[in-house]
């Protein structure tokens, strides 16, 4: 890293090395998975599934196809009904994996189940319809960490509230697992000065309504945006500014901070409010690299006929969008997945007490595959298919974002901004990028 602060880091040794370390690491995170109602089957991340002879309750159903997955076969079996699994493994701490698929086509809330781990519940009310935005037959996977077990066997059912659970398939992993070997490559810890550092940060100024019909302006006052006490304040208010109703703060690190492969770490503590969404992510430091209907000095971002996005690609490190608290968003965007074409390839984990304290939100980044996590624990993974730019367009730097957007087409997706939350804000303790020690 230069004096500046400026970073681009391409480690083709490390590149080249990591894959098969993390594939092997996470064969052995993995203690048991299963494709409910089907044969064994071997994920395309490398989990292996076995062959369902245990599950009991409900009835064995299937399904031609599922969108929204990088393993539909794991969802054409699934078992609908009240449901029980009981599995013997070593006393310790888990976490557990569900794919769900909703196959009639119903309407959001008339299919409504509880799941229970250890006798405690630790899904409510899961309504997969609902959580995929409408769409029948697309892939859903929630995660739940840190289930104990202490008497040698894991305990798990499902029982519908209105109509009948699902489940198609589920993994057991173990909790917080030994990370690979990283070294620091770049970092801001925002404990010096009262503005973010503008040798690694940029600051975005827009109105309202510039990317996702976001309700905020961005703005650089401090009002919105500072370092306070060790922590980096993205602060929302509801007030009437630049023709909009909100104000609140997006920085990134384009030109600055530049990264392509890697571990990147953000510990985070989110606002919860109706209305809230607070991201974590990273975008092509050349947006034009895979556009087709645009070029370099086009503007791009919220343009609807410029390509830069989704061709060139976007990975969410974290989302939390304030009407559901606790649900930690990991995604991938790209030319072949995307929400328009309802074949958006993303996870979710549950997390209780995310308005009180802080996470620690990461992505593992390599020439062969993405996997996200909350507190080290795994609960998204995309792999590279081999078929080119239009799936895989993570081949190049990208730079990190950070925001606390109001409102917009996610924000406002459970009804109206809760006005009585604000301010709001979004506390970041660090931000770092890794590389792998040879």
Known sequence: MSKTGHLLWISVVAALTLPNCQADARANETVWAVNVGGPAYEGLDGTH???????????????????????PILY?????????????????RYTVTFHFAEPSAIKPSERVFNVFAEGQRIIS???????????TESALTVTVPGITVTDGEINLSLEGQ????????????????????????????????????????????????????EDQAYTNR???LRIENGFLVIEAHKEDYDNAAYTSARIHSMGKGDILYGRVEARVKVPVGQGTWAAVWMLPSDPFNY???CVAGDKWQGVDDCDAWPNSGEIDILEHVGYQPGHIHGTVHNKAYYWMTWQQRKGRILIEDIGD???????????????????????????????????????????????????????????????TRFPQRMLVDHVRVYQLVQ
Do not use: C
């Not at 076995?50 to 393993?71: C, F, N, P």
């Not at 590279?384 to 190049?396: A, H, I, L």
């Open 76 to 92: 054409q079996s699934y078992r609908e009904g009240d449901i029980e699994v009981d599995r013997t493994i070593p006393n310790g």
């Open 222 to 224: 401090s009002k919105n």
């Open 291 to 293: 556009a087709t209907s």
């Open 357 to 419: 304290e802080f996470h620690d939100y990461a992505v593992e980044w390599t020439p062969e595959r993405i996997d996200v996590f909350v507190n080290n624990d795994l609960y998204f993974s995309y792999v590279n298919e081999g078929t080119g730019w239009k799936e895989w367009p993570y081949d190049q730097p990208f730079h990190l974002v950070l925001n606390l957007a109001i409102g917009g087409g996610w924000g406002k997706a459970g009804g109206p901004i809760d006005d």
């Open 49 to 71: 599934y076995e062959a369902e002879t245990s599950i009991k309750g409900g009835e064995t159903r299937y399904l031609d196809k599922v969108l929204g997955s990088q393993d």
């Open 162 to 213: 209105r109509k009948a659970a699902l489940l198609s398939a589920l993994v057991i992993r173990h909790a917080n697992p030994a990370k690979p070997k990283w070294k620091l490559a770049w970092s801001d810890e925002f404990n010096t000065g009262t503005a973010p550092d503008p040798t690694r940060w940029n600051v975005d100024i827009w109105p309202a309504r510039v990317v996702n019909d």
């Open 125 to 135: 009310e899961l309504d997969v319809m609902l959580a995929r935005d409408g769409k």
